[in-house]
C-alpha cells in the first residue's frame, strides 16, 4: 500500500510538469493553470477563520448539475453556512464561476500532500461532498486524518473499474474513508458490497431532481411560441453535425410535417453558417427571427441559455452528443413528457438506457432508424402518447434523492432544520 500512495504521488508530480509544459500550448490546459494559481489568495478573500464551511467538489459542469439540489436544500435549511466549490475542470469551472449559490469558487489545486493539508486546513469545513467519481487520494486522507465527514453523491460503479480488481486494494482503501457513498443505481451497491463496503446507500440520481427544478422554474419563450403555431415542433438540443445531418435529410425530405429547432451545442458564426447550409427550405436564426414577415420552416436557437425552457415547446426531441463521445442531458426534454431520440454512444449513461426501457426513450444510428421512429410517432397516436407518456413518468419516478442524501446527512451532523 505504501509503494502505492508514492507510486500515486509520483504520477501526481509528473501530470503537474506535464501541465507546466503543455499549458502555453493548450487553451483549455492552460485555463486550469491560470487559474489554479493563486488559490489560497482566492479562499483568504472569502472565507474567514470562524466561518462554518462545507465544500463541495466537482469534476465539471455535469457533476455541478448533480450537486447542486444539494448545494441549493443546504443552503435553504443552513443561512449561517459559506459554500465553498471546487472543479477541476474549466469546462465546469468557466462555465459556473460567477454561480451565485456558492460563496467561494476555486479551481481544485492539484492532489498533493501539501496542498491538501493547506486546502483542509484553511476551509476546516464541517464536512465535504464530492460528486459522482472524484477520488483524490491525498484529499480523501487528508480529510480523514482531520475527521472530517466526507460524502460522494450521485456515485455509479461498474466492474470494469479498478477498485473490483485484484490489484485495487489502494483504491478500496480510498472509498473506506468515505462517511457515505450514496449510488444511483442497485448495481453499485452490489458491486461495493462484494468488497466489503458497507458505508453505502441507494439514493439514486440528483440530476432529475435538478431537471425537475429546471421545469419547475422555466420561462416562458412567446417567439418559439409563434413559429410553432398550430403544428407539432420537433427540438434537436445541443446537436452536433452527425446529428444534424441525419434529422436535415428527414427534414429536406418531408419539410411539412413539424417545424423544427435546433439549439446546436456550438453557436459560433462558422458553426451556424454551415448548419443553415444543410436545408433546402427557408431557415432562419432566433435572434432575426420575425414570425410577421417569415416563413420559416426551421429555426435555429443561436444563444446559450434558452434551451432547457425550450423543450417545453416540442412534441418530440432529439439529443445530441450520441454520434461522438456520449450523450447530453436527455432528462430536461423527457420531463417534459415528450420522447426523446438519442445517438448510439448512449450505454454509459445510466438514465439514457433506462429511459429507453421505460419507452420514452429511443436510439439510433442511422437515416432509416430516425425516420422510422419518427414516422411511428407522427402516423401512430397510441405510439406516441405511450412513449410521451413513459418520459414524463420515468422522470417523476426518479425524483427524491436530493431528500434521501440531505436527511442522511443530516442525522450524522445535527441538520436538523426543514429543508422543504
Not at 113 to 132: G, Y
Not at 204 to 218: K, L, M, P, W
Amino acid at each position: 500500500m505504501r509503494i502505492m500512495n508514492i507510486l500515486y504521488n509520483i504520477a501526481i508530480a509528473i501530470l503537474n510538469l506535464i501541465v507546466r509544459l503543455v499549458a502555453p500550448f493548450n487553451n483549455t490546459i492552460g485555463l486550469w493553470a491560470k487559474g489554479v494559481s493563486g488559490w489560497q489568495d482566492k479562499i483568504s478573500e472569502k472565507i474567514r477563520p470562524g466561518d462554518r464551511v462545507i465544500w463541495m467538489h466537482c469534476a465539471s459542469l455535469g457533476e455541478f448539475e448533480q450537486g447542486r439540489p444539494v448545494i441549493e436544500a443546504l443552503r435553504r435549511g443552513r443561512a449561517d453556512l459559506k459554500i465553498v466549490l471546487t472543479f477541476f475542470s474549466p469546462s465546469g469551472y468557466e462555465v459556473r464561476k460567477g454561480y451565485a449559490g456558492a460563496d467561494c469558487i476555486i479551481y481544485l489545486p492539484s492532489d498533493t500532500a501539501a496542498n491538501a493539508s493547506r486546502l483542509v486546513k484553511m476551509l476546516n469545513p464541517e464536512f465535504v461532498i464530492f460528486v459522482k467519481y472524484e477520488f483524490w487520494n491525498n484529499y480523501i486522507s487528508e480529510l480523514y486524518r482531520n475527521q472530517i465527514p466526507l460524502y460522494l453523491i450521485s456515485a455509479i460503479f461498474r466492474p470494469g473499474q479498478h477498485f473490483f480488481k485484484w490489484h485495487g486494494a489502494f483504491f478500496r482503501k480510498m472509498l473506506g474513508k468515505f462517511r457515505m457513498i450514496f449510488v444511483q443505481d442497485k448495481q453499485s451497491l452490489e458491486l461495493l458490497s462484494s468488497i466489503g463496503l458497507n458505508n453505502m446507500m441507494f439514493s439514486g440520481d440528483t440530476r432529475f431532481d435538478r431537471v425537475a427544478e429546471i421545469a419547475d422554474s422555466a420561462r416562458e419563450i412567446p417567439l418559439l411560441e409563434k413559429f410553432r403555431g398550430d403544428e407539432r415542433l420537433f427540438l434537436a438540443g445541443s446537436s452536433w453535425r452527425p446529428d444534424e445531418e441525419i434529422i436535415c435529410r428527414y427534414i429536406n425530405s418531408y419539410p411539412g410535417k413539424m417545424k423544427w429547432v435546433f439549439a446546436p451545442h456550438m453557436i459560433d458564426k462558422q458553426n451556424i453558417d454551415r448548419l443553415e447550409k444543410l436545408f433546402e427550405v427557408p431557415v432562419a436564426r432566433f435572434s432575426a427571427y420575425d414570425p410577421a414577415v417569415s416563413e420559416a420552416r426551421v429555426l435555429i436557437i443561436d444563444n446559450i441559455g434558452m434551451l432547457s425552457s425550450a423543450y417545453r415547446y416540442a412534441s418530440i426531441a432529439e439529443v445530441g452528443g450520441g454520434f461522438g463521445t456520449g450523450i447530453h442531458n436527455v432528462l430536461e426534454p423527457a420531463c417534459w413528457g415528450i420522447p426523446v431520440l438519442f445517438g448510439p454512444n448512449h450505454l454509459k449513461f445510466r438514465e439514457a438506457v433506462e429511459l429507453i426501457i421505460s419507452g420514452g426513450g429511443r436510439s439510433f444510428q442511422s437515416y432509416d432508424e430516425f425516420e422510422k421512429t419518427v414516422d411511428e410517432w407522427l402516423s401512430n397516436e397510441i405510439s406516441y402518447i405511450d412513449s410521451a407518456k413513459a418520459a414524463g413518468t420515468f422522470v417523476k419516478e426518479n425524483i427524491g434523492a436530493t431528500d434521501i442524501i440531505i436527511q442522511e446527512i443530516g442525522s450524522v451532523i445535527c441538520l436538523t432544520q426543514s429543508y422543504h
